[in-house]
């Protein structure tokens, strides 16, 4: 696909990649692949060591936002589908543990951008899996005991994969600037 490739082109494109489920999950499962289609965009033609490259003042690198958003779709799904404890309690991290979820956000020793990419479409796969088949997208599961959260909050799948969708969104932004520092490349524009 070429850089000059118009915005109208990549949605259609994200809209026919969008798994078939009726009304209202239609649109949230278009939404999330039009915004996974410009994170995975901000990749194209990148080597591994390109991809763990660091182009900001920020950690963030284009190969550790695709592993982060993976695991953002995985553990979120999970709540959905069992609540808080698939999550864990943040309040009771350890370093080890905020160390390895930093590790979240890099491109690490011996891993490769097809590897994180291939990782992704298979957790994407299976939340678009998930919000076609879930019986009810009102189902509510109590948010997990984190430093974010409210406590005693509750949120329905809805809300779960609008938060999917506003957070990969929001990695889709950092990553074009990523990329755009990397090479000049950009995903729009």
């Keep these: 696909m070429s850089e000059t490739t118009n915005i109208n082109e990549l949605t259609t494109r994200a809209l026919a990649d969008a798994p078939t489920a009726p009304g209202e999950r239609a649109d949230l499962l278009a939404a999330l692949a039009g915004h996974r289609h410009y994170l995975r965009f901000t990749t194209r033609d990148l080597t591994d060591e390109q991809a763990g490259r660091r182009t900001t003042a920020s950690e963030l690198c284009l190969g550790g936002l695709i592993k982060h958003v993976t695991v953002v779709e995985r553990t979120w799904v999970a709540f959905i589908l069992g609540g808080p404890s698939a999550m864990g309690d943040f309040t009771a991290m350890t370093e080890a543990d905020w160390a ?22 298979e957790a994407a796969r299976r939340t678009d899996e998930l919000v076609a088949t879930l019986p009810d997208l009102d189902a509510t599961q109590p948010l997990p005991k984190a430093p974010w959260c409210e406590p005693g909050v509750r949120w329905s799948a809805r809300r779960v994969l609008m938060h999917i969708i506003g957070e990969t969104a929001q990695h889709a932004g950092h990553g074009d600037i990523i990329r755009e520092s990397l090479d000049g490349a950009k995903s729009m524009g």
């Design 100 to 121: 390895r979820r930093a590790d979240e956000f890099r491109l690490l020793p011996g891993e490769t951008l097809a590897g994180v990419l291939a990782d992704y479409a």
